[in-house]
């Protein structure tokens, strides 16, 4: 078995008639054994229905799906025993005490009462929460609380990890905390993690490799470096007082020696330049000439919101901004 | 990777079904532990019977004097009437803990793991059970301390719980099965009251068969809650007549399997929505 994951042409549509909403049309990829995976896009994107195919809770209506070896549609009672799922949402009893939550949890996947003990022993002092072990978890912060949906998934040595939005709304500190169990967990426990994040800098912390997904579809494949190398040179953003003059301010910029791509999101505009020091004193001076006001400008090495913008045609943020105004259904 | 760090092998054909009976222990043991910890929830429910019992009994004392209710006082006609009534009442509210599970990430964690939807429903409808016995012995037994007297002695008592039970499994897997497919705790909430107070004033659960309209007599005939009600009275006499007891508490456990087998169906509907 050379990948942990592999899917092939996964298709899912929500509700039927008019009212259909295509939610993957068509999504592959392959996630070598011990790697952490990351499945980056806005809200809405199709990470989440993505996750519940694999994780054997959604079926699609077309395409392959084999984890761990198992191919979730014809095997999906094997495929459980083999994966540990972090869904969206808190999934802890919050009236059970910690070790309660896991004791219940290596029950279920038939443990011994013995490896119960133990293996709880080892993910409670491994994710800093045995001094809590055994206050009802509703008392416990939301970074606790997070890591011990981690740690339930992780109580059966499960050989693939789903994380689903593991750090979605906690505070900056448990979610550094996060970062650093979750990188930690390939090595402790040789497990396979697919994350999936709608957070850049998630992703380029994180994964070893990552696909980018928008509206449904594979947009860019890659390792975070190979992706951000693939846009040679950095980004010069220029935010326009007045969004009216997008067109005249592409044109002015266009002139310019040295810039590449131009790409435009309402009021700002995106360059690839070769060298941004070199290029912006003639960039600004071009604008200045066409007398077009700026509300700031800046220079930055390439990022994955590059990535995104460039296989996806829009801005990560304003992606994201749609996805969470339009369907949930997605989500 | 060492031997030790596998993840265990899926449990071989034959032992599937004591697995399946193991989960819905675990789950069972769940449910309980939660009501230990938090046991005014079952206060709660104590309060309308408690209400039916001492109020009614009370307030329509002189009806038990209408020919229809035989020797008996009101009182003690009413009592196994209202034990079922609470337990049909109260097993209602058995998918509000489905509609938590799926609004966290319970449902979403339970469904991807070794546990079988059978043993989720099975586990969800055993509790409702273990929850009806407590409850029906409380209410009873505050009908006996109010002057309630019966000749049908333990086995009397037994049937009731058992007539109790049965309803309850009833009503707590019809109220999973809404919560499965509706999703929302409103939904549940209304389908819940629509049915269960129509259908404890259609049955004889307040009122003797003789004395019943016509038309409400025939549909008390159909209605599960009369079944449990006549059977769990006649249990109580002296002398019961048995056939009519097992026929009523037959056609409760029939009911029952319907019941479950259509809420397990019901898991079919969420998945194809999430």
Request: glycine share 10%; net charge neutral; proline share 4%.
């Amino acid at each position: 078995m050379q990948h942990a994951i592999e899917a092939e042409g996964l298709v899912k549509t929500y509700g039927k008639g008019t009212k259909a909403v295509r939610a993957l049309s068509g999504v592959g990829f392959a996630v070598p054994r011990g790697t952490v995976f990351g499945l980056l896009g806005p809200n809405g994107a199709g990470k989440s229905t993505t996750t519940k195919i694999l994780t054997t809770l959604s079926t699609p209506d077309s395409g392959t799906a084999v984890v761990a070896g198992l191919d979730v549609s014809r095997e999906p009672g094997r495929v459980r025993h083999a994966i540990g799922y972090v869904p969206q949402k808190p999934c802890f009893d919050p009236t059970a005490t910690g070790r309660e939550n896991l004791t219940l949890q290596g029950h279920v996947y038939g443990l011994s009462r013995s490896d119960i003990r133990a293996r709880g022993d080892q993910l409670l002092e491994r994710f800093g929460l045995a001094d809590a072990a055994d206050r009802v978890t509703k008392t416990w912060s939301g970074g606790m609380q997070r890591k011990l949906d981690v740690a339930l998934a992780l109580m059966h040595r499960p050989r693939v990890l789903f994380l689903d939005e593991p750090t979605t709304g906690l505070d900056p500190e448990a979610r550094a905390d996060m970062w650093a169990e979750i990188s930690g967990v390939t090595e402790a426990d040789g497990v396979t993690v697919l994350l999936t994040t709608h957070y850049l800098e998630e992703a380029d912390q994180l994964a070893d490799r990552l696909v980018i997904i928008d509206r449904g579809q594979v947009v860019a494949e890659g390792t975070p470096e190979e992706l951000k190398g693939g846009l040679d040179g950095d980004t010069v953003q220029v935010e326009l007082a007045d969004a009216g003059q997008q067109e005249a301010a592409r044109r002015a910029v266009a002139s310019v020696r040295g810039t590449g791509e131009i790409s435009a999101d309402g009021a700002r505009l995106h360059a690839r330049v070769g060298n941004g020091a070199a290029t912006l004193p003639g960039l600004l001076a071009a604008l200045e000439d066409a007398a077009i006001p700026l509300a700031s400008v800046t220079v930055a090495r390439p990022s994955l919101d590059d990535v995104y913008l460039r296989h996806a045609g829009r801005s990560f943020h304003s992606a994201d901004r749609a996805g969470r105004a339009g369907t949930e259904v997605a989500a | 990777m060492s031997a030790t760090t596998l993840a265990p092998v899926a449990p071989a054909a034959e032992s599937r079904r004591f697995t399946s009976l193991r989960h819905a222990g675990y789950l069972t043991g769940r449910s309980l532990r939660i009501l230990r910890r938090e046991p005014v929830y079952l206060a709660f429910t104590l309060i309308q019977p408690m209400v039916w019992l001492l109020l009614f009994g009370a307030l329509f004392e002189r009806v038990a004097e209408l020919p229809g209710f035989g020797s008996t006082s009101y009182l003690e006609y009413l009592t196994p009437g209202v034990v079922v009534m609470t337990a049909m009442m109260s097993a209602g509210w058995a998918g509000t803990g489905f509609i938590d599970d799926m609004n966290r990430g319970v449902m979403d964690r339970n469904l991807t793991s070794p546990v079988s939807r059978g043993a989720l429903i099975t586990g969800a409808l055993t509790y409702q059970a273990v929850v009806t016995v407590v409850q029906s012995l409380i209410v009873f037994g505050v009908g006996v301390a109010a002057g309630a007297r019966y000749d049908g002695g333990v086995t009397g008592v037994l049937v009731v719980l058992l007539c109790a039970v049965l309803l309850a499994v009833i009503f707590a897997a019809l109220s999973c099965a809404v919560a499965l497919m509706l999703r929302s705790q409103e939904s549940l909430i209304g389908v819940s009251q629509f049915l269960t107070l129509p259908l404890a004033f259609t049955s004889t659960v307040m009122m003797a068969p003789a004395l019943l309209p016509d038309w409400v007599g025939t549909i008390a005939r159909y209605n599960p809650v009369d079944w449990a009600a006549r059977a769990s009275r006649e249990a109580l006499l002296g002398h019961p007549d048995w056939s009519a007891v097992l026929g009523r508490a037959g056609l409760l456990f029939a009911l029952m399997l319907v019941m479950a087998w259509l809420a397990t169906r019901a898991f079919r509907a969420y998945q194809r929505s999430v």
